[in-house]
Structures are given as C-alpha cells and as structure tokens.
C-alpha cells in the first residue's frame, strides 16, 4: 500500500550512509562475536571462533559498502524498530513479532553459544574440514540475505508495511517470496558446523523452523496491506526453495 511522501523525504531515505562508519563494521562484527563466543569457551585463540568472526566480518562489510552504494534506504529499514505502517488489518499478524523475534534469536544466538561451551568442556569434536563446509554454507546464507535486501529496499527485519512499500517480484524475488528466510536458514544451519558442534544444529533448527513459521503471518499482513500481492503469490508459488517449497 503507497504512501504519499515528499520529495525531501525520498531523497533523505535515499542518501547513503558514512562509508566511514560502514568500514568500522569489521572491527565492530568481529568484536562482538568474539566476546560474545571466547569467554564461554575459555580459549582466546579459538580458531574455529576467529574464523566465523572474521569471514563474517569481511563478507558483511563487503555487502553492506555495495548496499549502501546500490539502495541505502533498506539500511535504514533494516535498522527500524519501530512499526509505522500498519493498519487494523494488518496489525494482528504483524504482532506474531512479540514471540518470534524471541524465539528466533534464542535460536540463532544459542546455536554460537552452545559450541563455545562445547569447546571449553570437549564434549564432542568434529573434523576441521566439515567445520570449512559449514562455514562455507554459514556465509552462502549471509550472501543470499544480503543480495535479498540490495533487491528489497523495504525488506525490514519486524513486520511491518514501510513508508512507500512496493511489492518487489525481480532477482530473488521472482524465484521464491521469501529469499531472506531462505538464507537466514542456511545461516542459521551453518553456524554450528562451522563452530564444530553437532548437537547446536537442534538450537538451529529453532531458528530456521522459527522463520519458516512466520511466513505465514508475514504473508497475512502483506496481502491485506499490499495491492498485488495475491496475485504475486500465484506467480510466484515457492516460498524458499524454486521448485520444491
């Protein structure tokens, strides 16, 4: 559903950010993940750990200066977190947030977690090149995120209608509706390979079974929010995967 917006208001949404404080990402991304994995693992030279942290960092940083060179106004919707656009329609769906979010991220930040307990205790070990496939997958899945939301700039990380929304069926789009959940599932689903801990991937699959349950509600709030919607979904029949769901 469009709405009517100024002209000094797209231009504003519009307007890259710093590439200064984008090229600190590294430095941040790295930095809270490993004080985030290395305490619980008591081992600072965890080498599984500044693996992820540091792939992560350069793969997010590399995206995040072509994002904001190519459609800055998805940064700004992905740093929301205040809903602005809903409706009395759409609202009920778009609460399903209150649990999902937390479900989701107690998945996503159990499945880091649970590993660098693993590596303190030694519960389990896992070869290293396994690990090297799980981080391979983990960084597939932020690629396929991050081509999503350079394709979406109103892909936004509540749920929510954004100002101006528009319904986007091109690149990802026209393959599957939900191209973000698709890679946030192979995120989700990496990460604990790559950290070396099978029984993490049950945290995981929280994660990912959290996302394929929003869809649902998601898809509620847009098609009584968003013209075309509907008939996007006849012609665009997966949900994640082309040809197969």
């Known amino acids: 559903m469009e709405k009517n917006i100024s002209k000094n208001e797209m231009i504003d949404l519009d307007k890259p950010l710093s590439n200064w404080l984008l090229l600190l990402l590294p430095f941040y991304i790295t930095a809270i993940m490993l004080v985030f994995l290395l305490p619980f693992a008591g081992e600072w030279w965890w080498l599984e750990a500044w693996l992820f942290a540091v792939v992560l960092a350069v793969h997010m940083t590399i995206w995040m200066l072509i994002i904001n060179k190519e459609n800055p106004r998805v940064l700004r919707n992905r740093m929301k977190t205040k809903k602005e656009g809903l409706s009395a329609s759409t609202k009920k769906s778009a609460s399903s947030d209150r649990w999902v979010i937390p479900l989701m991220s107690l998945g996503f930040f159990g499945a880091m977690v649970l590993p660098a307990f693993n590596q303190r205790f030694g519960w389990s070990t896992m070869p290293f090149l396994l690990e090297i496939v799980g981080l391979i997958v983990m960084n597939i899945g932020v690629g396929i995120i991050n081509l999503s939301t350079l394709q979406n700039a ?87 995967i082309p040809g197969i769901y």
């Open 154 to 240: 109103y892909a936004s990380k509540i749920l929510d209608i954004n100002q101006g929304q528009r319904l986007i069926d091109t690149g990802l789009y026209s393959q599957v509706r939900h191209p973000l959940y698709s890679g946030g599932i192979l995120m989700a689903l990496g990460t604990p390979v790559a950290l070396g801990h099978w029984p993490s991937l049950i945290l995981a699959a929280v994660a990912a079974l959290t996302l394929v349950a929003r869809i649902p509600f998601e898809e509620d709030m847009l098609l009584k929010g968003m013209d075309g919607y509907a008939e996007y979904r006849e012609r665009v029949p997966y949900k994640l």
